[in-house]
């Protein structure tokens, strides 16, 4: 029998999904789903948005409007059903190489233009749709099928790049944490602007074979012992939080929406008013 | 009619696709298309609607996209670099069937070539620029007010047949200013696209009903719960793998618009009831065409036009016709030769199709024309000799 979350959120006749046994991606998606069933958003009002590879197949599974888009474009898509009506709830679901790679441009200036979207990283550090490239969040030294002498590139820290090109509210979560990845995913609904949640998946197939990770279970453990609460890290010294997975917010600030701002450009120009004066 | 406004070929298209219906415009600025993008952040606020400027120009057509999703009429407009990044997301709109308007002014090309100068160079990226088998409309203007005109109908075209719809402007006309005589808002017909009669779920969103040609989807926000995806889909919207399904998507997808090209296609004739020489050409080398068939007439040459509106279809049938009842086409246009091609296949030999072009960034002017024609004149008056 399917869960109440299940039955309400998904698509039961499209399930079982297509990732591979072990896969972070479900779990991360169940936790979108929770967050959403927690808020008690309106259904008719939440329109998902993908782009391509592993994560974005989560779209289809998930019973809101969806739209499965092309590769690194989900938030181009967003951000047009956003400002085509403010009103509506856009959650991105995308992946490491969908959002860092190929859609980084649009990344860095959603965060600093600030249009209201969630956006929900399924980060498993490498490409897997295609069978095990290395992405631009696979560690330095680490090995995939185009690295297969050691990636030379570091590491991009999602959340951290989303913060630094002005994202008002960035955070991180993974697949083991399951509440607090929750919860932030509710936090950055609630949040009036561009929010990212950095969510380390897990990818046994590719990444972890070619990494020698172990099980989907070690992997997960690792996510266990490895992740620290943004809490309990302020009190940490930075050696204590060599090798650690800080999972918590990064940043949040409130700053002005895109599209309230715009609105109050319409209203000034309905009232005769030029320039936005008041 | 209002009264004679002074208008550059840019500003008339903006002017009517707010006419249209236009509530959102993204895009990116890239020169000489740029002031439909200043335009539209001037009037679009203005109308209750949305301009955006986005990061380049994959963003702006894909935001334009997500905004049609979403219930909206919207455009971008870029000229020759940003055409060709915009073409994946136009395949996308194809496949999906979310209406849209792509301007491209066109410029000088290859790569950055010859920024600004006219070109018409992007002819068959217009056809085929996106990968894969997919539907095209494209209509092209000659005047300010034919631009204000045909943008309309780039609109009601992508409506109807829930496909991207290319608007393929030249500098000449983007760039030109002339007074223009606005019809009424209330004389202009605006077609909408067709949505279901309710939001409640539906198991087939994809299915088309008898006797229509596209699926009638609903804005996204309106509680259908249905999905949209770049995959071949069945008739539930979902990605399938079934080659009878493939084909029988694909297939309709080209069929909306071959089966409808009486409706889609458009040309204008000059002259062409005794013409001898026939001028095939459009955009703004009609108006040295123009020129050079009146010029050629009073020389005695019984010469004549056949201007393209609709680019894609092409209008193979009426250039067969044609072909049949004249004795040459000279086929006239910024490039070496793209619809030329196409004018050739469809004359099926019945004729000679000779050809005039330029690719250097320069215009080709009414006497190279005239001389054209009076060279392939008098060069058939000696064969009969």
């Not at chain 2, 002819?123 to 005047?143: E, F, K, L």
Request: hydrophobic share 40%; with cysteine.
């Amino acid at each position: 029998m399917p869960s109440v979350l299940i039955k309400n959120n998904m698509r039961e006749e499209h399930l079982p999904h297509i990732w591979c046994p072990g896969c972070g991606n479900g779990v991360l998606m169940r936790d979108v789903a929770s967050a959403i069933d927690n808020l008690g958003l309106d259904h008719r009002k939440v329109v998902i948005v993908s782009g391509i590879g592993c994560s974005s197949r989560a779209a289809g599974y998930m019973d809101f409007d969806t739209i499965h888009t092309t590769h690194g474009r989900a938030i181009p898509y967003a951000t047009g059903i956003k400002l085509a009506d403010p009103e509506l709830e856009v959650i991105v679901l995308t992946g490491d190489g969908d959002v860092s790679a190929i859609g980084g441009n649009h990344l860095i200036h959603a965060a600093r233009r600030n249009v209201g979207m969630t956006v929900v990283v399924f980060n498993n550090n490498i490409y897997g749709m295609t069978g095990g490239q290395y992405s631009p969040t696979t560690p330095r030294g680490e090995y995939g099928t185009t690295a297969v002498y050691g990636n030379i590139d570091r590491a991009f820290d999602i959340a951290a790049l989303a913060f630094g090109a002005g994202a008002s509210y960035a955070a991180r979560g993974d697949t083991y944490h399951v509440e607090a990845t929750t919860y932030l995913i509710q936090k950055g609904i609630l949040h009036k602007g561009f929010s990212i949640i950095d969510c380390a998946s897990i990818c046994p197939t590719y990444y972890g074979r070619k990494n020698k990770k172990g099980s989907a279970v070690d992997m997960l453990m690792r996510q266990k012992t490895h992740g620290v609460m943004a809490e309990h890290a302020e009190k940490m010294t930075p050696e204590q939080l060599q090798d650690k997975q800080v999972i918590g917010v990064l940043a949040h600030t409130n700053y002005p929406e895109f599209t309230a701002e715009y609105q109050k450009i319409k209203d000034g120009l309905r009232g005769g008013k030029k320039d936005g004066q008041k | 009619m209002g009264k004679a406004v002074l208008m550059q070929g840019n500003e008339a298209c903006v002017e009517g696709a707010l006419a249209a219906g236009m509530r959102l415009f993204a895009g990116y600025p890239i020169t000489p298309s740029t002031e439909i993008a200043e335009n539209c952040a001037v009037r679009l606020p203005l109308a209750g609607g949305t301009f955006i400027q986005m990061e380049d120009e994959i963003a702006g057509i894909a935001a334009v996209i997500g905004a049609s999703a979403a219930g909206i009429k919207a455009m971008t407009a870029t000229s020759g670099p940003g055409f060709s990044l915009k073409q994946e997301n136009i395949g996308y709109a194809c496949l999906t069937e979310i209406p849209c308007v792509v301007v491209d002014v066109q410029r000088s090309g290859p790569s950055t070539g010859l920024p600004t100068s006219p070109s018409q160079g992007d002819v068959m990226q217009a056809r085929w620029g996106t990968h894969g088998d997919h539907p095209a409309i494209a209509v092209s203007p000659s005047s300010v007010k034919e631009t204000y005109e045909l943008i309309i109908r780039c609109f009601n075209l992508s409506e109807k047949y829930r496909t991207p719809v290319i608007f393929l402007m030249d500098e000449m006309i983007a760039h030109l200013r002339e007074a223009v005589e606005l019809p009424d808002m209330d004389s202009l017909e605006i077609e909408d696209r067709l949505t279901p009669l309710t939001a409640e779920k539906n198991p087939f969103p994809y299915l088309v009903k008898e006797g229509e040609w596209v699926p009638r989807l609903m804005p996204l926000g309106m509680g259908q719960h249905y999905h949209i995806t770049g995959l071949i889909h069945d008739d539930t919207g979902f990605p399938t793998n079934s080659h009878e399904e493939a084909d029988k998507l694909c297939r309709r997808l080209l069929d909306k618009i071959q089966k409808n090209k009486e409706d889609i296609i458009t040309y204008d004739g000059y002259l062409l009831e005794d013409a001898e020489e026939v001028v095939v050409c459009y955009g703004g080398t009609a108006r040295a065409a123009l020129s050079a068939v009146d010029e050629a007439r009073m020389e005695g040459i019984k010469a004549g036009m056949f201007r393209l509106i609709t680019i894609w279809p092409f209008p193979e049938e009426q250039i067969f016709r044609l072909a049949d009842k004249t004795g040459r086409i000279l086929v006239a246009e910024h490039n070496d030769g793209q619809i030329l091609l196409e004018v050739r296949r469809s004359a099926q030999g019945k004729v000679p199709v000779d050809f005039i072009g330029k690719i250097n960034g320069d215009v080709i002017t009414p006497e190279e024309l005239l001389t054209k024609i009076e060279e392939e004149h008098y060069a058939k008056c000696a064969d009969k000799k």
